[in-house]
């Protein structure tokens, strides 16, 4: 999106075939805070949080978004 390359999430939705609700989605989880990425991905912690608590969270400033995601403040 940002490259300029589909001008709405529905553009690249078709590129991409996958639904438009589905993209939206997705594409809220490049606004994750990067100490949570870096935990998901990086870290050793069991985590049982959904695909839909990590978009919300991405909401949420990103010295929030640790401890809803984690339980805790990290």
Request: hydrophobic share 50%; no cysteine; net charge neutral.
């Amino acid at each position: 999106m940002e490259a300029s390359e589909f001008g709405t999430v529905r553009d690249l939705a078709i590129a991409v075939n996958l639904a438009e609700r589905h993209v939206s989605r997705q594409l809220r989880l490049a606004y994750l805070a990067p100490e949570v990425l870096k935990r998901l991905v990086f870290g050793r912690e069991v985590t049982a949080v959904t695909l839909m608590q990590l978009t919300e969270s991405a909401a949420l400033p990103w010295v929030e978004q640790a401890g809803v995601v984690f339980g805790t403040t990290k």
